[in-house]
């Protein structure tokens, strides 16, 4: 019973009696095993980045440090350690120093709320909603695999998100330098505009799950959905449109490939970083590939299901999920990887274009269509087990009239810019 | 309450370690790699040529107004998070609110679209032909001379000559 006032609460079982001496030292480990993994993920995801896409570019990739260079990226963060750290006479010295932090701090707190095991997969059992128990000889507590589950756990992603953009705007304004400032200016401007995109698609997702708590968030994705074969996933609830926005927000907003105009070489040498050297640098780099493997996990996380999947033998029931998750994680990194090495890069203009006029726009009108689709649905539940009741019908008649009112508004917004500025004749 | 706040612990603690790691790799920097600056190395970095001016202290406004529409576009979304919430439990009622709310929001961004707040680049519908390139392409129009000559001249230069005059 005690399981099952937790489960409602959606709160970790772990602190529920208060926080004693057991709790800490569990706390503690999860804390240590979680901040190792995050460390060795990203170097394997720099080598594994750096081999894909010399594979894909028909080279051969590091191939020296360990085996198939999988120690390459060990290698590089060593080396710079021993570089000669410059900050240049026209920097600010303390906001120059104290840029890396704002950028690398953020990187790891999101992984906190990532969800990375747990049996989730029957609502209604308590033994099953993502609740790990400890071996008797371990303590005996009970837990989640996840470092914490806020009751607000997307917005601390949000917040995190938001905070790195101090990090990049203060470090390229502290240099002292044209290139870093030209470049975070940008990346500023690009990672608040797609922030908008990426705040609006999550709102469908709490549509459906009504909560703001990962593990809340997960568990209401268990069981079966349509047909009792497609996963009940967010991906497929929310109809593919919402994820597909967010994919692309998440690109932008980790500025990489096609959307990694922050460090454009041709135009701005190294972007918002150029000042930095040795183990500077390395924070930021580490900071940029943490946040790609935290934002592959939310995504994870959200849209398809976290840790879900069968669990193929019940000799080790806990690795399974634990499997899933990763497995599902690589494919998001994989994706990222294949972005980079097939997407030329996008212009300024048609970066912020796509942000603000294509997807933030989308993103608000399948908003309201979802919201609308729940109201009806309650108000006059389809029980005559047609596919299509009267009530959807009329629903898709008002959208469509709506979204169609909508979008022509904001083409002729459009139109009567670009007339404006035909008028005034401005040129760059 | 005390257990929601414990939900924080976690995420405190891993914060004292990313800091603590942050720091603890600058301080290892700091011992063991090389200290010898000199001019050139502490100049800004501009690919080798010796800066003609400093940095600018102001960058195009046109970032600070996007800057300034995210505020009001981020107050509006986070808007939207405790209605989606409990929007099964407010029924039509809130679908209307919500309806109006939204076309409230949906029309200061159409506005600030149709007065180019967010426009960026060249013009998209650009004239065809730019009065730099003639529509007779000759050896005379397309190769550029040093100078002014078979250049575009702005009606009000000073100078007289336009570019067909000129080739």
């Not at chain 1, 044209?178 to 500023?188: E, I, M, N, T």
């Amino acid at each position: 019973m005690a399981g099952l006032t937790n489960t409602l609460a959606g709160l970790d079982p772990l602190f529920l009696n208060g926080v004693t001496l057991e709790v800490l030292i569990i706390v503690l480990v999860k804390v240590v095993i979680s901040f190792g993994v995050l460390l060795v993920s990203v170097m394997l995801m720099v080598w594994f980045e750096r081999k894909l896409v010399s594979d894909m570019q028909n080279r051969i990739g590091p191939n020296r440090a360990g085996p198939w260079g999988i120690l390459q990226t060990l290698a590089d963060g060593i080396k710079l350690f021993f570089k000669e750290d410059l900050q240049p006479d026209s920097s600010d010295p303390f906001v120059f120093k104290l840029a890396p932090y704002l950028s690398l701090i953020p990187a790891f707190l999101t992984f906190a709320i990532i969800p990375i095991g747990g049996n989730f997969s029957d609502p209604s059992d308590p033994s099953k909603t993502g609740i790990i128990t400890l071996p008797d000889w371990l303590g005996g507590e009970s837990t989640y695999l996840q470092l914490a589950d806020p009751p607000v756990g997307v917005l601390l992603f949000l917040a995190m998100s938001s905070i790195a953009v101090y990090g990049v705007m203060l470090a390229g304004w502290a240099s002292g330098s044209k290139y870093p400032l030209l470049g975070s200016v940008r990346a500023s401007a690009q990672m608040v505009s797609y922030e908008a995109a990426l705040g609006l698609s999550l709102a469908t997702i709490f549509l459906q799950s009504r909560s703001l708590s990962t593990h809340d968030i997960v568990a209401d994705q268990a069981g079966a959905g349509w047909l009792g074969i497609i996963p009940h996933w967010n991906v497929i609830v929310t109809g593919f449109v919402p994820f597909v926005v967010f994919l692309i927000a998440a690109t932008a907003e980790l500025n990489r490939p096609p959307f990694d105009l922050v460090e454009a070489e041709q135009e701005l040498v190294g972007g918002f970083h150029t000042e930095y050297s040795s183990i500077r640098f390395a924070m930021f780099f580490l900071a940029e590939f943490m946040n790609t493997v935290t934002l592959s996990a939310i995504m994870v996380t959200l849209f398809f299901g976290g840790p879900a999947g069968p669990i193929l033998w019940d000799g080790v029931a806990w690795l399974w999920p634990i499997l899933w998750f990763l497995l599902k994680l690589f494919v998001f990194l994989f994706t990222f990887v294949w972005f980079r090495a097939t997407l030329p890069r996008f212009r300024y203009d048609q970066l912020m274009d796509l942000g603000w006029k294509v997807l933030i726009p989308i993103s608000l009108g399948w908003f309201l269509f979802l919201a609308g689709r729940n109201v009806v649905d309650d108000r006059w539940p389809n029980t005559n087990g047609s596919l299509f009741s009267v009530e959807v019908l009329i629903l898709l008649g008002i959208t469509i009239a709506i979204l169609t009112v909508g979008a022509l508004l904001l083409y002729s917004a459009i139109r009567n810019a670009a007339e404006k500025r035909e008028l005034e004749e401005v040129t760059f | 309450m005390e257990s929601t706040l414990g939900q924080y612990l976690p995420v405190f603690a891993l914060l004292v370690l990313a800091a603590l790691f942050a720091s603890l790799s600058f301080g290892a920097s700091r011992l063991l790699a090389p200290r010898r600056p000199n001019d050139k190395k502490l100049a800004p970095y501009e690919c080798g040529i010796i800066p003609a001016k400093d940095t600018p202290e102001r960058f195009p406004v046109r970032f600070f107004l996007i800057a300034m529409i995210f505020i009001v576009f981020d107050i509006e979304i986070i808007f939207f998070y405790p209605y989606a919430i409990i929007h099964r439990g407010l029924g039509m009622f809130g679908l209307i609110a919500l309806l109006i709310f939204t076309a409230a929001v949906f029309e200061s961004f159409v506005y600030l679209v149709s007065n180019g707040a967010l426009d960026w680049g060249p013009i998209k519908k650009a004239r065809l032909l730019s009065p730099a390139v003639s529509a007779e392409r000759t050896t005379t129009s397309t190769v550029r001379k040093v100078g002014l000559e078979g250049r575009y001249v702005p009606p009000t230069s000073p100078m007289p000559d336009a570019p067909e005059e000129a080739a």
